[in-house]
């Protein structure tokens, strides 16, 4: 299959070549034709698939093949996105495809000034890409106008919802035109978004490569047992030790990557923190400094990191492990993209034995337990230990997540109990490697 099949704009084709995207992933395949045809779309994918062309691609070459009505431009592609970063990358895409294209890419998302967006609403936008909270702003002071969308896109819906996105996203919903087409990508369907699916999409059509949840072969997944006090010091001899390139590490909370990243610091080891109270100027900057080179570590929390998409990252580090399961397989998605080799190391605490068994139960998957000579924890790692509120490590749960309980189809990896020296035997599907989709 080549991208000359699909029936995209050859204008696009041009960019796709100069890219060097040879072969569609099987996201595209699936998706790009159902698009192309009008039909709404539920899309099952995880970042590191492909998605983003995936959607992307068919809407430029629809928005190609109109044109727009006279007067100021308004937007006639929304994309809905959780995060800054995410928001910044999907602009990027469509910017990157539609460079033979005269049309406009715009971004909107909080912790910068209203004024330069408004500015750049002004000039006219063809593809607005935007958080759901900052657009509501924007809407509310009469700065945009959507009765011009043609095309919606939710994109990492689960995650939009996991940040308490649902009612902003209910009230845009229904500011946008009815005769519209909607697409809706997620990693996960949870109950809330089928039921968005039903009432805001028209007999949407379902596409899904590998299977929910489910892991590159690309990555090996090693848990070290050690003491949460003996954590940071693991994680020092680990940095040291090993002389990778760049490395991705996870902390729960904000103040927590902030003070593992002086203390690496103090190590001998440059790093960067990201997270939410971080500017966007800071943020980007420690991103550009990352992907560079600059800074060979990265220390992030969740929220922050989603959605990024680092080329080369051989490594994560989960310094704590997450409150949420799915966020396993959203932090160590960054590594192992595109059939590259990776590696997911995470350090756990015998309080964290709870947390962990979650992360095997939706994995169907055992880490391999190594205990690093010198690090070995005072008590052993049980599965069966209760998970603590605050997660045993000092992070929080983020409110109202609905995707913290462990899927109730996903069996266990092992009962609960010593967790015991295990070969890691995925049997998730590769992103590449995506099994065909069903179609509803
Ligand atoms: P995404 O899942 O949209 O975040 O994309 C993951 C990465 O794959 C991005 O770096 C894209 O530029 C890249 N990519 C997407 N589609 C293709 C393709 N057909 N061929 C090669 N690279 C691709």
């Not at 337990?369 to 000092?394: E, H, Q, Y």
Request: charged letters at 20%; a positive charge.
């Amino acid at each position: 299959m080549s991208f000359e099949t699909l029936g995209l704009a050859p204008a696009l084709l041009r960019a796709l070549a100069e890219n060097n995207y040879i072969t569609p992933t099987p996201i595209q395949a699936e998706a790009i034709p159902l698009v192309l045809a009008g039909h709404d779309v539920l899309g099952g994918a995880q970042t590191g698939t492909g998605k983003t062309a995936a959607f992307a691609l068919p809407v430029l070459t629809r928005l190609s093949k109109t044109t727009p009505p006279a007067g100021p431009r308004k937007p006639r592609a929304l994309v809905l996105v959780p995060t800054r970063e995410l928001a910044v990358q999907v602009a990027e895409s469509f910017k990157t495809y539609g460079r033979h294209l005269k049309l406009n890419v715009t971004t909107l998302f909080g912790g910068v000034g209203m004024q330069p967006q408004i500015d750049q609403l002004r000039r006219g936008v063809d593809v607005l890409v935007a958080c759901p909270g900052r657009l509501i702003d924007h809407l509310d002071r009469g700065s945009v106008k959507l009765d011009g969308v043609e095309v919606l896109i939710l994109d990492e819906a689960d995650r939009m919802l996991d940040m308490g996105f649902l009612p902003a996203i209910k009230r845009l919903l229904n500011r946008l035109p009815k005769q519209r087409q909607t697409l809706l990508f997620s990693a996960t369907f949870e109950a809330q978004i089928k039921q968005l699916a039903l009432e805001f999409m028209n007999n949407p059509q379902q596409v899904q490569v590998a299977t929910q949840n489910m892991i590159a072969q690309t990555i090996t997944h090693t848990a070290h047992p050690v003491d949460g006090s003996r954590k940071r010091d693991l994680l020092i001899k680990i940095l040291s030790d090993r002389h990778t390139d760049r490395v991705l590490v996870f902390g729960k909370t904000k103040h927590g990557c902030n003070r593992l990243a002086e203390q690496l610091e103090e190590a001998g080891l440059p790093a960067v923190a990201i997270h939410g109270n971080k500017s966007q100027a800071a943020r980007q900057k420690a991103l550009r400094d990352f992907k560079s080179g600059k800074a060979r570590i990265m220390v992030a929390t969740d929220v922050a990191a989603r959605g990024l998409d680092i080329p080369d990252l051989p490594l994560v580090i989960n310094h704590d492990l997450p409150m949420v399961a799915e966020d396993y397989v959203h932090r160590i998605g960054r590594t192992g993209r595109n059939g590259v080799q990776g590696e997911a190391l995470t350090l756990v605490s015998p309080e964290e034995g709870g947390l962990l068994r979650q992360i095997q139960r939706l994995l169907k998957v055992e880490l391999v337990m190594d205990v690093v000579p010198g690090f070995a924890p005072s008590k052993p790692i049980r599965l069966d230990t209760p998970i603590p509120k605050n997660g045993g490590g000092g992070g929080q749960r983020s409110p109202g997540r609905p995707g913290a309980a462990p899927r109730p189809h996903a069996r266990p990896a092992a009962r609960p109990g010593h967790a015991g020296p295990k070969q890691h035997r995925p049997t998730g599907q590769g992103a590449y490697a995506g099994k065909r989709g069903s179609r509803a």
